[in-house]
């Protein structure tokens, strides 16, 4: 596990503790975190979750607004309570005031192509494809319907696995 990660979210505990004057339980680490989320923050169980993938393609703009991005909604949590907005007025003034950084929502990191299944079904109009999730639901009993011309969709036992840009 990075230890630059660990060492960042020390820090950011260490800053918001001088800043409001008051100790911060520290949270748990961890990176199994995977997909399009950078990092995330579990507020109840005082949990931090990074995306090993995407550190490692970014690392130094991870450390300098990821990890304190999460470190924000722990340090909020912990100050106002479950009440407020996740990046409302109380997490925007942490991460400007405390932190010195831009309050942005979203990464802006180039997200690796992943292979997607498609499974082929078929209405009286068009061909349609249908995520792995719907396909296991239909297997399990659930119908879906066409929109256009409201027949029912039937699975043609074709599959089709494309590499797909994020």
Same mark, same amino acid.
């Not at 607004?65 to 909020?76: D, G, R, S």
């Given at each position: 596990m990075p230890v630059d990660?660990? $060492?960042? /979210?020390?820090?950011c505990y260490q800053q918001a503790e001088r800043y409001f004057d008051r100790t911060f339980s520290r949270p748990q680490v961890n990176f199994a975190l995977r997909g399009k989320a950078a990092g995330t923050a579990h507020l109840q169980r005082? #949990? #931090?979750?990074? $995306?090993?993938?995407?550190?490692?393609? $970014? &690392?130094?703009h991870f450390l300098?607004?990821?990890?304190?991005h999460e470190v924000a909604h722990l340090v909020a949590h912990q100050l106002y309570g479950g009440g407020i907005q996740p990046h409302g007025p109380q997490w925007q003034a942490i991460m400007t005031? /405390?932190?010195g =950084?831009?309050?942005?929502r979203c990464h802006t990191y180039k997200l690796p192509p992943v292979w997607k299944t498609l499974y082929a079904y078929a209405c009286s109009c068009r061909e349609h494809g =249908?995520?792995?999730q &719907?396909?296991?639901r239909v297997l399990r009993g659930y119908g879906y319907v066409c929109r256009h011309c409201k027949g029912s969709l039937s699975f043609s036992g074709r599959v089709e696995r494309k590499l797909v840009e994020r």
């Amino acid at each position: 596990m990075p230890v630059d990660v660990f $060492n960042k /979210v020390e820090a950011c505990y260490q800053q918001a503790e001088r800043y409001f004057d008051r100790t911060f339980s520290r949270p748990q680490v961890n990176f199994a975190l995977r997909g399009k989320a950078a990092g995330t923050a579990h507020l109840q169980r005082n #949990l #931090l979750r990074f $995306n090993a993938l995407l550190y490692q393609e $970014n &690392r130094e703009h991870f450390l300098q607004q990821t990890v304190p991005h999460e470190v924000a909604h722990l340090v909020a949590h912990q100050l106002y309570g479950g009440g407020i907005q996740p990046h409302g007025p109380q997490w925007q003034a942490i991460m400007t005031a /405390v932190f010195g =950084l831009p309050a942005q929502r979203c990464h802006t990191y180039k997200l690796p192509p992943v292979w997607k299944t498609l499974y082929a079904y078929a209405c009286s109009c068009r061909e349609h494809g =249908l995520s792995g999730q &719907r396909h296991a639901r239909v297997l399990r009993g659930y119908g879906y319907v066409c929109r256009h011309c409201k027949g029912s969709l039937s699975f043609s036992g074709r599959v089709e696995r494309k590499l797909v840009e994020r």
